[in-house]
């Protein structure tokens, strides 16, 4: 792993969420064996925050934009859940 921070935090911006995942648990396997070297256990474990982190903002990227529908007239508006009994 040669990876430097910035560089996967980069190619973690251009990957898909479901392809961070498989990374991510790639990363953590690797991680979870006794025979990784000590510097390849930290680069390792960098590269699973920052892909980590990519995960939680794209899924809260995905949370934002499903509180909000879109309105009769096309216009995107706040969601709200309306219970069956009306109250």
Known sequence: MTDKPEET?????????EAA?????RIVKRLEENDVPLEEAIELFQKGVALSKKCHQKLQKVEDQMDRILGEDGTLRPFQLER???V
């Open 21 to 25: 995942m498989n990374e991510l648990e």
């Open 9 to 17: 935090m980069q190619q973690a911006d251009d990957e898909t969420f």
């Open 84 to 86: 069956e009994d009306g």
